[in-house]
């Protein structure tokens, strides 16, 4: 699982025209996002309802008019779609390289319906491949379904939201929104820089590698001006602005200012200082709006804005947020290489509740300066984690519940993305909802970060050189302190054991008797390996009428 996947690449709806989805070019792979992007979009309400499209690793987000139009249930029964979360935008869920190929089908079939068609309402049913229900279909029968715990994991997503929405947790989410857009280009630089230092090691391409260091370190040495220009971006200042004082942080000539007796370093306080420098343009900038004549806005209100928080961050943010930074990548030394297994038992281990409680986004800026600094970061893989014992946990549900057909088939189209660190659909519609599954995927994500943390503290530390990807995806973004095989050795065997304890824990302790009673009851599918006595003498109910599948 990814640690943060709740962030925007941003809203390009405005930036395309034409209705590409008519138009014919023989491929495939295209033809099948333009039919996922035609199935959804009647079931959010129509072109009309859309008020804005973006998407991150593994979601389409989408703004939306009348959150009543959205046929959820339809919408889960989509083939393409491996879960749905509903969160300050309507977020669909479709998996790596999918949503990044279907948004613009979806964004060019939402600019053409509005200058064709009005808003469709509620009630219309998807038309395309893989449209097997409509709204309001819902599984009936013996046992509780996949339905019945995706309306559960609804439930407990709106309790959750509510509770998030706190001024310091809405905080952490602007500031996520700032950092989640680079992921991409920290992604593509790093499996870049890992290229570069394999082709070293194994002295091929010399003439090469220079290139692909320069490369992969371009993106690096320059984030803070990303980071300023999307921070002044999200919260409401001039973006171009934003990114401009925190140029002033990378600028070489800095190192000729002395503040405090020492002489700056270009790049000192990094993100962080870029963050804080943008934010204090955007308020000099607002005040700048309110109080200078309309007629000399031009002129003086983007002066000021450079020239105060240009000062201000060279003679005080640059130095404390140098200091910030230093402290951040201490204490991530100190914490793993002192209390390794420890540290790493209790990463692992809390990362789906802060998750759940929103307070992981808080980890994106942190992740971020670590890379920056030490060029990976070491608590990724140990978050990663989570994710394994949140699959270990799914497939011993799908063992344990040999009778409940409709539960077994969600757990069994939802590990695939499992595997891959895509933890949604798993979580809201199978774990969360069962409650104990949960706390049980909890413990194998702890020791599956216990064991990584553990060998950190031996000497073997594994780190990941961009944050967004997790599970199987990360491997290629690996990263360690003894040589790339001890890396990739530790980090499988950690998914190892996160996997294994998931399963066992949760096959041994996730379910009461009367847990099994109400959820393994159905037509005896016959002998199962994965059958265990308590389950096996469930009373089966009665047959019941079939009904439409729900996925």
Not at 45 to 57: E, K, L, Q, R, Y
Not at 317 to 343: C, P, Q
């Amino acid at each position: 699982m990814a640690p943060d996947d709740s962030d925007r690449t941003g809203d390009r709806s405005s930036d395309r025209t034409g209705d590409r989805s008519s138009a014919p070019n023989g491929n495939p792979s295209s033809d099948k996002h333009r039919a996922t992007a035609a199935a959804l979009l009647p079931l959010v309400g129509g072109p009309d309802n859309v008020t804005s499209v973006a998407h991150c690793m593994t979601r389409l987000r989408l703004g939306l008019r009348d959150r009543s139009l959205v046929q959820d249930e339809a919408l889960r029964a989509l083939p393409a779609v491996l879960g749905v979360v509903d969160d300050d935008t309507y977020q669909i869920v479709l998996g790596p390289g999918a949503v990044a190929r279907v948004t613009p089908e979806f964004e060019a079939l939402v600019e053409a319906g509005r200058s064709t068609a009005p808003a469709h309402g509620a009630g219309v049913t998807a038309t395309g491949p893989g449209v097997t229900a409509t709204e309001g279909v819902t599984a009936t029968g013996p046992g509780v379904t996949a339905a019945e715990l995706a309306a559960r994991g609804a439930a407990l997503r709106s309790a959750q939201k509510a509770r998030n929405a706190t001024p310091l947790k809405l905080a952490l989410r602007r500031i996520a929104n700032i950092f989640v857009p680079l992921i991409p280009a920290l992604i593509g630089c790093g499996i870049i820089a890992g290229l570069s230092g394999l082709l070293t090691n194994l002295g091929q391409l010399p003439s090469l590698v220079p290139a692909l260091a320069a490369i992969a370190s371009g993106f690096l040495s320059l984030i803070a001006v990303f980071v300023g220009y999307n921070t002044a971006k999200e919260f409401g200042g001039t973006p171009v602005l934003g990114g401009a004082v925190a140029a002033v942080i990378v600028f070489p000539g800095v190192a000729k200012i002395t503040v405090f007796g020492q002489p700056l370093s270009p790049g000192q306080g990094g993100v962080l200082g870029a963050l804080a420098a943008a934010l204090l343009a955007v308020h000099v900038e607002k005040w700048c709006r309110r109080r200078v004549p309309e007629a000399l806005d031009v002129l003086l209100t983007p002066t000021l804005t450079v020239l105060v928080t240009g000062l201000i961050t060279l003679y005080g943010l640059m130095y404390a947020a140098g200091e910030v930074s230093r402290a951040i990548g201490t204490f991530a030394s100190w914490l793993l290489g002192s209390g390794g297994a420890l540290a790493g038992l209790v990463l692992g281990g809390l990362f789906l509740p802060l998750v759940m409680l929103g307070l992981h986004q808080a980890l994106i800026p942190i992740h971020t300066t670590l890379i920056e600094q030490q060029g990976h970061t070491v608590l990724l893989p140990i978050l990663a984690m989570a994710g394994a014992g949140q699959v270990g946990a799914a497939v011993a549900v799908y063992l344990r519940l040999p009778r409940n057909p409709s539960i077994r088939a969600t757990v069994k189209s939802a590990l695939p993305a499992g595997f891959l660190g895509v933890g949604e659909p798993l979580i809201y519609g199978v774990s969360l909802p069962l409650g104990r599954p949960f706390v049980t995927a909890c413990i194998g994500g702890a020791a599956g970060g216990a064991f990584v943390g553990l060998l950190h503290q031996l000497g073997v530390a594994v780190g990941a050189t961009a944050i967004g990807p997790s599970g199987w995806a990360l491997f290629p973004l690996l990263d360690g302190s003894s040589g790339m095989g001890a890396t990739l050795a530790v980090y499988a065997a950690g998914l190892g054991v996160g996997y294994v304890t998931g399963f066992l824990a949760t096959y041994f302790f996730g379910f009461t008797r009367r847990m099994l009673a109400d959820l393994d009851t159905g037509p005896d599918p016959g002998p199962d390996p994965g059958t265990t006595p308590a389950a096996a003498e469930a009373p089966a109910a009665a047959p019941a009428p079939a009904t439409t599948p729900v996925r």
